[in-house]
């Protein structure tokens, strides 16, 4: 079984920065692919950013590319969204999610149904 807890979650202006953790227990997090979701009010689930198990790999959406930047440190068992020049269309529950199964070290899951596990999610708000 794994856990994810996402923190770094908040209010920020727009143009600011924010840094979001995920912290997750259990060995399995070494081998997989994690990702970085968000679902702002009324729309659906989008994948924002993903990084393979060994971190050499990453996927951005369009809309993130630039601005965002996923890593992991595999001996913390944590990944990182490093989120610069933040918009308001950027407001969201942010989620990280885990992919368990092992294709290659640098494959990056990119449909959510490829996720198993879940955080509960923290909220980025930012203002105009």
């Known amino acids: 079984q794994v856990q994810l807890v996402e923190s770094g979650g908040g209010l920020v202006q727009g143009g600011g920065s924010l840094r979001l953790s995920c912290a997750a227990s259990g060995r399995t997090f070494t081998v997989a692919g994690v990702g970085w979701f968000r679902q702002a009010p009324g729309k659906e689930r989008e994948l924002v950013a993903a990084?393979?198990?060994?971190?050499?790999?990453?996927n951005y959406a369009d809309s993130v590319k630039g601005r965002f930047t996923i890593s992991r440190d595999n001996a913390k068992l944590t990944v990182y969204l490093q989120m610069n020049s933040l918009k308001p269309e950027d407001t969201a529950v942010y989620y990280c999610?885990?992919?368990?199964?092992?294709?290659?070290?640098?494959?990056?899951?990119?449909?959510?149904?490829?996720?198993?596990?879940w955080g509960q999610g923290t909220q980025v708000t930012v203002s105009s």
């Open positions: 999610a885990l992919d368990p199964t092992y294709y290659s070290w640098n494959y990056v899951p990119s449909s959510s149904s490829e996720y198993e596990y």
């Open positions: 990084i393979s198990s060994n971190g050499g790999s990453t």
